[in-house]
């Protein structure tokens, strides 16, 4: 069992049985494995996912609540050596919300530092300003199916970049109507890749891959390639 870091910085603290000295910067980690990266422009890439503990949102859909509290207090070194122990170039940070932790930022700069080509999947409720312009932003617009669509930040979408990527789950038509107005009033597909998913067991893939045919619309139509291969289970 993890205990709680100590009141007293003074104290060292020990993760995965290591010890850890007080100044050392740490992150709170779910877990960390490899794997294909199952969505966005580097589906099918082997993957080493780093996933942060903790998020402010709670869409309905969520399939990571497992990460929402928990986790263990890893050191950056002891998280960077992990990540070198798979011998792969692809890096995906990743929660829960990665950036309610103010230390990631640190984490996606070493990252890059290293030579990994490295992804963040973040809702885009919290300012992105902070990333490393080498990281590749996934940022997930909340659509109003999802429970959330208020805690969206819009100021973040001027700050993305022509190699990021925007991506909406789509509950229903009305998630659709809204996510294509979005789209057009912020010309989002000059902006980046813009990616539209459908909310697993809320709308059949068929379904939704038919509107953007029918309506022309110029974003890439994608499938969670993990949940095909493994389902729901954690790690994969």
Same mark, same amino acid.
């Given at each position: 069992?993890? =205990?709680?870091? &100590? ?6 603290? %020990?993760?995965?049985?290591? $010890?850890? +000295? ?13 794997s294909l990266q199952g969505e966005a422009r580097d589906a099918g890439w082997p993957t080493v996912f780093v996933r942060l503990t903790g998020c402010p949102l709670r869409c309905h859909y ?19 050596? =992990?990540?070198? &122990? ?6 995906? %940070?990743?929660?829960?919300? $990665?950036? +309610? ?77 809204? +996510? ?13 890749d813009v990616l539209f998913s459908p909310s697993h067991g809320e709308i059949a893939a068929s379904e939704l891959a038919e509107w953007i045919l029918a309506d022309r619309l110029p974003v ?17």
């Amino acid at each position: 069992m993890t =205990r709680p870091p &100590s009141p007293n910085l003074a104290t060292d603290l %020990v993760v995965n049985q290591l $010890p850890i +000295a007080a100044n050392e910067q740490r992150l709170r980690i779910t877990e960390i494995f490899f794997s294909l990266q199952g969505e966005a422009r580097d589906a099918g890439w082997p993957t080493v996912f780093v996933r942060l503990t903790g998020c402010p949102l709670r869409c309905h859909y969520c399939d990571t609540r497992y990460a929402f509290f928990g986790g263990e207090w890893w050191p950056i070194a002891r998280v960077l050596e =992990r990540v070198a &122990s798979f011998g792969a170039r692809h890096v995906c %940070v990743t929660g829960g919300e $990665p950036l +309610a932790q103010k230390r990631c930022l640190q984490l996606l700069e070493q990252l890059c530092d290293n030579n990994y080509l490295v992804s963040l999947e973040t809702s885009g409720a919290i300012d992105i300003s902070g990333v490393d312009p080498r990281v590749v932003k996934v940022l997930d617009l909340k659509t109003p199916a999802s429970g959330e669509v208020l805690k969206n930040r819009w100021e973040n979408l001027p700050l993305l970049l022509a190699h990021d990527q925007i991506k909406f789950v789509i509950g229903d038509r009305a998630d659709y109507e809204w +996510a294509c107005g979005i789209v057009w009033q912020h010309a989002l597909t000059a902006r980046c890749d813009v990616l539209f998913s459908p909310s697993h067991g809320e709308i059949a893939a068929s379904e939704l891959a038919e509107w953007i045919l029918a309506d022309r619309l110029p974003v890439r139509f994608q499938l969670q390639l993990h949940k095909q291969l493994w389902g729901e289970e954690p790690g994969r």
